[in-house]
């Protein structure tokens, strides 16, 4: 097991309870490996990027529980290719380790991760962890469900539904032919992209993590990934191929 949590978000309302300050780095460790009954943290994720908090400050912090054994790797997670590039360069002068991992929104419905994010984490050699791999459920058979799990209903999922409703029509049609249900094509889709680690599934019950790992026997071929870049354009490539010469 592999244990990874994050820190960034408000966990307060005064000074130093959010961002990736050193204070609040050190604070928020503090309390996660309290709640998670632990004395070590696998995975150290930052949740976004802070951009009022300099790259040395946010190393010396996390060096210093990598040093105390409370944290093992760092990780980031929507981190655009650039801060990636600074992190991983602020880290190289301190001689640290850098990040080892980024945790980005990327999926068949949503590819703007491979003009530069992707990109950036093959080079840096961190693993790619993406979340929300079936885009909140549209990418489960959303058109065929008539009783949905979690946000199924939702203002969000409804607005997605109605923007995809033709390639996901086209979608769900491709996956009847291939005899497999849809989440599990969109999770092998995501397997075979190069630089992806594993897809973020978050099952809540044993059924749908035994559901979710059906798609690692799918083998999707050449003439497959063609038809799903027809059906859901990527950018065009990295940048900046995919928009200029």
Known sequence: MVLATKVYEPMGLGPNT???????????????L??????????????HID??????????????????GKVLYVGSSNFAGWHIAQANEAARRRS??????????????????????????????????????????????????????????????????????TRLEAYEAFCDDLGRHPAHVGLAWLLHQ?????????????GHLEHAVQALDIRLGADELARLDEIFPGPGGPAPEAYAW
């Open 34 to 47: 309290r709640r998670l009954g632990t004395d070590r943290i696998d995975l150290y994720q930052a949740h």
């Open 194 to 206: 190069d630089g992806v680690t594993g897809p973020i599934t978050g099952p809540r019950t044993v």
């Open 18 to 32: 959010s961002g990736l300050s050193a204070l609040h780095i050190r604070r928020q460790v503090e309390d996660s």
């Open 51 to 68: 951009r009022h908090m300099p790259w040395d400050e946010f190393w010396q912090a996390m060096d210093t529980l990598v040093s105390q």
């Open 96 to 165: 640290s380790l850098g990040l080892v991992s980024e945790q980005s929104l990327y999926n068949l419905a949503e590819r703007t991760a491979e003009l530069e994010v992707l990109p950036a984490a093959r080079d840096y050699g961190l693993g790619f962890i993406p979340w929300s791999p079936l885009y909140g459920g549209i990418l489960g058979g959303a058109l065929r469900r008539t009783t949905g799990g979690r946000g199924s209903g939702s203002e969000i999922t409804a607005r997605r539904l109605a923007a995809n409703r």
